[in-house]
């Protein structure tokens, strides 16, 4: 075997070597494409990168390691098995002393060396060079290779893809590629689980899947009779799975043919405060155009033309607001729910605040992050107790910054002006010239801190921080003096939503309280939005009770989505409770579960009939039958790609059509008639020689 | 000595879509004999020796070599069997002496005085390319590639195609080179007819995918009679006659080749009225051709398209 | 031993009776005489790169016909040991023989007192006919 290995190893070493070079060349343009950034930030030139570019190994690298390393890995396993695409020369392979299942290893060994040493090498290279401080002036964990590493080990099922596309004795040349489709499910699945692991339970499966299909293929030439029972069950899922993908993009094709089958309607309805204190109303009808009205229905009318205000126009009119999602929950465990992807930055750090010379990054342990912009080295970290210098640790931690949730959405947006972070219990102000953090507002006793806020209601500077404690709504000056403070009722849970208006006369504010939308749904919607004019100094000036519109909230999908949802197997809807948890069920999509189960009866009826068609067997029949129900359109669509359809003849006996590769005639029972004889038949007994 | 026919197969059936390339063969190999498989381009001659060494799954029917079933031949039975194909295709970027060091880290059995010698006989450098040698030059090296681990069944699919005839003569004296050892079978197909009559023992003849004839060479050969009619004036119509393979009209005769040639063909000949009939001696050749071609009246093949005086 | 065998493909003889014949013919005119050994079936085989069982099987006719003996680690030698023929089966072999001459004869026009005239020419020629003219 040591001698296939080696001459696989010759046969795509080129190969390998043209890969290698690609993925190392575009890899390092885009390294340089992110230190030059960093290069431009310390000559003084403003810009500003998004939380996902500023560190490459989360943000361009592994797009960039999702496409190269599928290419390469799919055409290195195709390229394997078109070097002995002549029969002959394939022949030539298989027909010696060693079990094909060797041969088969041979390749699999060779090719996946060469694909981790192509596709691999570099990637390692550029991780080292963004380990190395000096580099990249933004966070690194050893986490964050991940990503990357996800995106690496996807390759090897592209890979096995490939072998199988290669491999494959198809009619229809399209039916070849699907096993790609396995790949490419893996890489979006990959692209879009909660962690690491739930990713690499994926990449193992589907690669093995697409690996014993491959090896199937190879046992028996590339055709599915003759394979090994294994080989074919996984044959019947990989093209199952590519089936899938085939009927998605089929699904949005024949979408697109109706027209506005791609739009989304949506209504909804909110509340919207404009900057004299007038509350009005905005609705979307579902299809219809944006509504703007007062509280009594009556359409707001625009002073100066008589008709109908326009958008633009009334937000010309709004007040400028700044909310909070009061939280009072153990920091540790919040953070954890709103962590996002093992993918995302947002899952380890948010860039904070960029000074001249440093960055700070808020990191996911807590504390502030400092990088110098010119040496592009990490400084130290800034907790609630002080600077460590050089330490990325430290005694204690601040909560994630208000209005930096994750899922992705770290623009770091450099007018919103960064100066306080929060702990449980104390506001603390930064001072990042100086590395210090002084208290800015502690909470007393068991008031702890829900959530705090720096606004910049009039341009770009900070002039108020608004903080939410269990018992207390207020609005602070930079200072720490208090401009006002309101009772925060009706209180949390049941009230989570702290809004501030800022209204155009001075000193003139509006807080709105929010209810919970879990807790409004299971009361009905019948929690109002409390609304209250105050002024500081003067206190409550008027307050009201508005009702609450959440339950207007609707969401129509498009006509694709709903096709789209018809044809997913009812086995996938166990893919919610994969990735999510069994916390799913309480808002799981049954209808669109039901009308999957009886696209999948329909599918399996017409598999039953088929099966009946070519005589399968009882139990294959049921074994069919259930795939067919497990995995609808796209389970039927691998069984016709599948099966290699024998061909049918009359029977000599009863004269109905029977298929050929069976020796006894299913309806009869008889054999097939031997060939005719034509009087020139020259037969003789041969006996053994000397 | 073991009495087990090498090859032998049972209603083996492969179709293509919905035409069969092979139908229901029944064939014995004997051991130790030299066997010729002949049949026209397209007969399914390929096929089944594909089935044979586990290539292609037969749609029915069974088949054994070496006693092993074909369905899943065991790595052993292969290092047993040598396989020469058509097309001789090696890597073409090994050179001769890569070549066989690559082969025979694969075989226990390998004479490496056998491969030097073939590489000698057809003078290959060591050093050559397979991609640059020349169709004969490769026959050779897969010549020797297949002789060096001394097979016990050497199946040749047209050997020799293509090659010049001094490659040719060395195949063929491969071939005899072989028969040396009894326990030793050549299984080949081919297309010259010299090369069956010179070497082989047995033949066996697919018509369009059917077995027609398994026998000694001798058998055939006896079995096809070429017999002539000369007429007064012009000869008549050509009867139906069982087993008649082909005739051939001229001017005042006929010219008949027939199989199984009896009484009762006699006779059917003599109810022409012929003024003399005469047994005319024919070649194996012809007899193939004859066999092979198409049944009935033959003419010269572009006679009608030639213009009339 | 100035005595070749040559045989040829496409013809209208098999090869096994192509190396009889130019054997029978060999004695007949000399090249070969009593005692004299001829190649093994191996060595004539490869010589003439046709089947062993093709030579074997012409040996095994000359032996039967009483031309040639094997002699057991040896050889084998031309020798006339015994008449193996009846005169029918002698006969029997002969006539076709005749028919093909006189057959090629009337074929290319020659005439019977031309026949009969080459045919006492030859018979003068060979020395080892017994009861000669």
């Known amino acids: 075997m040591k001698t296939l290995i080696r001459k696989e190893l010759r046969e795509i070493i080129i190969l390998a070597v043209i890969g290698f070079g690609i993925f190392t060349f575009l890899l390092v343009q885009v390294y340089r494409s992110s230190t030059a950034f960093f290069a431009n ?35 290195l396993g195709w390229l394997q098995v078109h070097n002995e695409r002549h029969r002959d020369l394939w022949a030539f392979l298989i027909h010696r002393p060693l079990s094909r299942t060797k041969i088969f290893f041979a390749k699999v060994i060779a090719g996946l060396c060469l694909y981790v040493v192509g596709a691999g090498l570099p990637l390692l290279g550029v991780i080292v060079m963004i380990r190395i401080p000096g580099h990249i002036a933004a966070p690194f964990e050893w986490a964050m290779v991940l990503p990357v590493t996800a995106y690496f080990l996807s390759g090897i099922v592209y890979y096995f893809a490939g072998l199988l596309t290669g491999l494959r004795q198809a009619r229809w040349y399209a039916s070849r590629g699907l096993g790609l489709g396995v790949a490419i499910l893996v890489s979006v699945t990959v692209a879009n689980v909660p962690d690491f692991w739930r990713a690499l339970f994926l990449i193992l499966l589907g690669g093995a899947i697409v690996a014993t299909a491959a090896w199937g ?34 699904m949005v094709l024949l979408g697109s043919l109706v027209p506005n089958s791609f739009r989304e309607s949506f209504h909804w309805s909110r509340y919207q405060m404009t900057k004299d ?118 005694p204690d931690r601040f909560s994630r910054p208000e209005g930096k949730e994750g899922h992705g959405n770290g623009y770091y947006d450099s007018s919103y002006p960064a100066q306080t972070l929060m702990t449980d219990t104390v506001v603390y102000k930064l001072n990042l010239e100086n590395r210090t953090a002084s208290i800015f507002f502690a909470a007393t006793n068991n008031n702890r801190i829900g959530g705090a806020l720096d606004v910049s209601s009039k341009g770009y500077d900070w002039n108020n921080t608004i903080v939410v404690t269990r018992e207390f709504v207020q609005l602070m000056t930079p200072d720490g003096k208090l401009v006002w403070q309101m009772p925060y009722v009706p209180a949390y849970p049941a009230y989570n939503g702290v809004t501030v208006s800022f209204l155009e006369a001075t000193n003139r504010f509006t807080l ?76 799981f999509p049954w ?69 050929v590769d069976r020796e006894k005639c299913e309806h009869c029972g008889a054999n097939f008639a031997p060939p005719e004889t034509n009087g020139t038949e020259v037969f003789e007994p041969l006996t053994a020689v000397k | 000595m073991n009495e087990q026919p090498v090859i032998r197969t049972q209603g083996l059936t492969r179709y293509f879509g919905a035409k069969p390339a092979v139908y229901d063969l029944n064939l014995e190999v004997p051991r130790g004999c030299v066997f010729a498989f002949l049949g026209r381009n397209g007969s399914g001659k390929t096929t089944t020796i594909r089935m044979l060494l586990g290539l292609l799954q037969p749609t029915r029917g069974e088949g054994r070599i070496l006693g092993h079933d074909i369905r899943s031949l065991p790595p052993e039975a292969r290092a047993r069997i040598g396989y020469l194909t058509e097309e ?196 194996l050749e012809d007899a193939f051709i004859s066999y092979l071609g198409e049944r009935g009246e033959k003419s010269f093949i572009l006679s009608e398209t030639e213009a009339q005086p | 031993m100035s005595f070749n065998i040559t045989i040829s493909t496409g013809s209208n003889t098999p090869i096994y009776k192509q190396i009889t014949d130019q054997v029978w013919l060999a004695f007949v005119t000399g090249k070969l005489e009593v005692g004299d050994q001829l190649p093994t079936v191996r060595t004539l085989a ?36 015994r008449k193996v023929f009846t005169r029918e ?45």
Request: charged share 20%; net charge positive.
């Open chain 1, 41 to 75: 930030l310390a000559l003084g030139q403003t810009g500003w990168m998004g939380d996902d570019n500023v560190q490459p190994l989360l943000g361009s690298f592994p797009k960039l390691a999702m496409v190269c390393c599928a290419i390469f890995g799919a055409i």
């Open chain 1, 217 to 250: 293929s190879f046992m028996s030439n590339g055709y599915y009779d003759g394979q090994p029972l294994l080989g074919r069950r996984a044959l019947a899922t990989s093209l199952m799975l590519g089936g899938f993908i085939v009927v998605m993009f089929v």
């Open chain 1, 277 to 394: 204190g007038e509350i009005y109303k905005m609705t979307q009808p579902a299809g219809k155009p944006l509504q703007i009205t007062e509280l009594n229905g009556a359409p707001l009318k625009d002073t100066k033309t008589g008709r109908p205000i326009t958008l633009t126009d009334f937000n010309r009119l709004a007040d400028s607001e700044s909310g909070i999602q009061a939280d009072f929950e153990d920091q540790a465990q919040y953070q954890k729910r709103h962590q996002g992807r093992y993918m995302e930055s947002s899952h380890f750090f948010t860039l904070w605040r960029q000074t001249p010379d440093t960055l700070w990054y808020w990191n996911q342990n807590g504390r502030l992050w400092g990088y110098d912009i010119a040496s592009r080295r990490f400084i130290g970290s800034l907790g609630p107790s002080g600077f460590t210098p050089g330490l990325a640790t430290g």
């Open chain 1, 512 to 587: 709105w309280l929010n209810a919970n939308d879990q807790t409004n749904k299971m009361m009905g919607w019948t929690l109002p939005s409390r609304v209250v004019w105050l002024a500081s100094g003067q206190g409550v000036l008027e307050s009201t009770n508005l009702p609450s519109l959440s339950g207007y909230r609707g969401w129509t999908p498009p006509l694709t989505e709903r096709l789209l949802r018809s044809v997913v197997p009812p086995a996938f809807y166990s893919a919610p409770v994969f990735l999510h948890g069994m916390d799913v069920f309480r808002d």
């Open chain 1, 591 to 659: 209808k669109d579960l039901l009308i999957s189960v009886v696209a999948a009866v329909v599918c399996a009826v017409v598999g039953w009939l088929l099966c009946q068609r070519y005589h399968f067997s009882a139990g294959a029949r049921l074994k069919w039958a259930g795939f067919h129900l497990l995995f609808g359109l796209p389970g039927l669509l691998g069984f016709l790609c599948v099966q290699e359809w024998p061909a049918r003849e009359a029977c000599p006996n009863c004269k109905k059509l029977r298929v």
């Open chain 2, 88 to 283: 001789h295709q090696l890597y073409g970027w090994m050179n001769v002496n890569e070549c066989g060091d690559f082969q025979s880290r694969f075989y226990p059995r390998w004479n490496e005085k056998i491969f030097h010698g073939v590489i000698g006989h057809f003078s290959l450098k060591p050093t050559a390319r397979v991609k640059d040698l020349s169709r004969g030059e490769r026959a050779g090296l897969c010549l020797g590639l297949t002789l060096a681990p001394e097979p016990e069944l050497l199946i040749l699919d047209d050997p020799a195609m293509g090659l010049d005839p001094v490659a040719h003569r060395s195949l063929i004296e491969s071939m005899i080179y072989l028969t040396r050892r009894s326990d030793r079978t050549i299984f080949f197909s081919s297309h010259q007819l010299a090369d069956v009559e010179r070497v082989a023992d047995y033949i066996a003849i697919l018509d369009r995918s059917v077995l027609r004839v398994c026998c000694p060479l001798e058998t055939f050969r006896n079995s096809v009679q070429q017999v002539r009619l000369r007429f007064p004036g012009a000869p008549p119509p050509v009867p139906k006659i069982p087993g008649l393979l082909q005739a051939f009209r001229a001017e005042g005769e006929l010219r008949f080749i027939c199989l199984h040639y009896d009484e009762a063909t006699e006779r059917a000949l003599q109810a022409l009225a012929p003024t003399q009939m005469e047994r005319v001696p024919i070649n």
């Open chain 3, 46 to 81: 490869e010589d003439l790169v046709v089947n062993p069982n093709t030579v074997a099987r012409a040996y095994a006719d000359l032996t039967r016909d009483g031309l040639i003996e094997s002699r057991a680690g040896r050889g084998v030698f031309i020798t006339r040991k």
């Open chain 3, 89 to 133: 089966e002698g006969w029997r072999r002969l006539e076709p023989l005749i028919d093909a001459a006189i057959g090629e004869a009337m074929a290319m026009d020659f005439t019977h007192q031309e026949l009969r005239e080459a045919f006492e020419k030859k018979l003068g020629q060979w020395k080892h006919v017994k009861g000669g003219n």
